[in-house]
Every structure is written in C-alpha cells, then in structure tokens.
Nanobody, 114 residues
Framework: EVRLVESGGGLVQPGGSLRLSCAASGFTFGATYMTWIRQTPGKAFEKVANISPSGSTFYSDDVKGRFTVSRDNAKSMLYLQLNTLRTEDTAMYYC????????RGQGTQVTVSS
C-alpha cells in the first residue's frame, strides 16, 4: 500500500522559512519521480516542484529561486525547503507519487501571515 505522510507545515511570517518533509512507503521510492503540489480553497492543484530519481529538479515560476526540492532515497524521504515565503504561498502542500495527483498524502498546511 502506497503511503505518503507530509509534515513540517505551520504559521510563518512573510520572509520566513519552513522545511516540509514527506515520508514515503509502499513503493520503490528511489525509482520514482516525486512531486510537490499545493492547493488553496476553491482552487485547482498547482504544481510546485518535482524531482527525478537521480535528483533532476523542476520548479514552477512562482517558486523558482525560493524553494528547493530534495530527496533521500536511502530513507525514502522527500523534502521541500521554503525560503523567502510570501502570503501567496499560503496553501495546503502535498507530496505526490509520480505525476498522478490522486496519489498524494494528507497534506501539511503552510500559512504565511504577519
């Protein structure tokens, strides 16, 4: 059974930082593309970043230069470092197995507010 568990969200002031984690199990993590997506109420999912098994990365224009995706294949862990946070980054963040958004964890809430 595929299991994805996100953690690390919270309330942070604009300009602050957070590190999100995603613990993966139930599949061959080291051979799988992984994606971070986010969603605000009433809006569609938005791709934030993804990372290949070998570590090649992609970022959306909104987060490029501020967020960093990484992975530890030995630990089956996915990470997203969020720096220079803005109020518009407020969202529920999910990790996704591959590119099928239906295979995601329960999410972790990031709220950026002063």
């Amino acid at each position: 059974e595929v299991r994805l568990v996100e953690s690390g969200g919270g309330l942070v002031q604009p300009g602050g930082s957070l590190r999100l984690s995603c613990a993966a199990s139930g599949f061959t993590f080291g051979a799988t593309y992984m994606t971070w997506i986010r969603q605000t109420p009433g809006k569609a999912f938005e791709k934030v970043a993804n990372i290949s098994p070998s570590g090649s990365t992609f970022y959306s224009d909104d987060v490029k230069g501020r967020f960093t995706v990484s992975r530890d294949n030995a630990k089956s862990m996915l990470y997203l470092q969020l720096n220079t946070l803005r109020t518009e980054d407020t969202a529920m963040y999910y990790c996704v197995k591959g590119t099928n958004y239906a295979i995601r964890g329960q999410g972790t809430q990031v709220t950026v507010s002063s």
